[in-house]
């Protein structure tokens, strides 16, 4: 009974983080561990001629190497359209891809919320309509997209060229490549967007909304007093979400128009690890996505922080 007793002296507070222990303990475990040993492999040299892949202690000599473009990574990553370093091209990639894939997933997301939190005639099949495409598997999608762009059996490519904005074999150009697997991914995500910012838009009181409207308050009014503000919490939520899939992203770009083309910090990771058993430079690359990628965690914390204090 004593540590019953006990549990019941402490505050709330204190309570509140006995119950959690054992979610942070798990938590630990399974991702810090990993991360730990991830971090000390990157410290180690690359030993690819014995069946030890790793070999004595360099330090941060593999950092400096990717950091500088002198790292022997694969090169089919070097793209001549890129006149960079390997790592700051794949990290080019990356942050390009998550940033325009979040932005766009963000605005076509927050205008299919509002369309189906309104009351309206067939809502419930314009809500199955949009989240259809967040349902399909990766690989079917990859496949969806590398079909219709495929100069020889899709129908996108000859007319995209058409109107000139792919060239002949838009699967095998960097830059096309890009834009089709962007797309692809916007196409399949923003319905996860919808969904997180519906759920926050029906968290608002409609009551504001009458108060508004009596008040003589437009549409545009509502939606920047009302909404937005009550919403942004919801928002960046899901961009919180959205922005660390996206740091990730492997699958897609390989089933579409390979990594060859697209390269990703993930791409890298997975080639340096399977095609040149680099493995200390591939836990280098891969803890340097991690570090990026907390850092942008970091940015949407203190944004989150910042816009419920403003709400409270």
């Not at 593999?62 to 022997?72: F, K």
């Not at 979040?102 to 949009?130: H, K, M």
Request: charged letters at 15%; proline letters at 4%.
């Amino acid at each position: 009974m004593r540590p019953l007793n006990w549990l019941e002296t402490r505050s709330e507070e204190v309570f509140a983080y006995i119950l959690l222990a054992p979610a942070f303990l798990l938590l630990a475990v399974v991702a810090f561990f990993p991360l730990i040993r991830t971090f000390q492999f990157s410290l180690l040299s690359d030993q690819t001629a014995t069946r030890n892949p790793f070999g004595g202690f360099v330090g941060l000599d593999n950092y400096a190497a990717l950091l500088t473009g002198e790292a022997l990574l694969p090169q089919q990553f070097l793209d001549p359209a890129f006149e960079t370093p390997l790592l700051q091209q794949a990290l080019f990639v990356t942050l390009a891809f998550a940033i325009l894939s979040v932005l766009f997933e963000t605005l076509i997301g927050f205008g299919q919320a509002l369309v189906i939190d309104q009351d309206f005639y067939g809502r419930r099949w314009v809500r199955v309509a949009i989240i259809i495409p967040y349902a399909i598997p990766i690989v079917i999608q990859s496949m969806i997209f590398y079909l219709m762009f495929n100069p020889t059996v899709g129908f996108a490519a000859d007319f995209m060229q058409w109107l000139g904005v792919f060239g002949q074999n838009p699967l095998a150009d960097s830059s096309d490549s890009f834009v089709i697997v962007l797309v692809a991914d916007i196409w399949k995500t923003s319905a996860f967007m919808a969904l997180l910012i519906l759920a926050g838009l029906q968290s608002v009181d409609r009551g504001l909304y009458d108060v508004a409207r009596v008040s003589g308050a437009s549409k545009w009014q509502q939606f920047k007093y009302i909404t937005l503000p009550l919403v942004a919490p919801a928002l960046l939520v899901a961009m919180l979400f959205r922005t660390m899939d996206a740091m990730r992203i492997y699958g897609l770009i390989d089933a579409t128009a390979g990594c060859q083309t697209v390269p990703s910090m993930s791409c890298l990771v997975i080639t340096a690890l399977q095609e040149t058993r680099r493995w200390a430079t591939a836990s280098s690359v891969a803890f340097l996505t991690a570090i990026v990628i907390g850092v942008m965690v970091v940015f949407y914390l203190v944004g989150l922080r910042d816009t419920e204090a403003d709400v409270a």
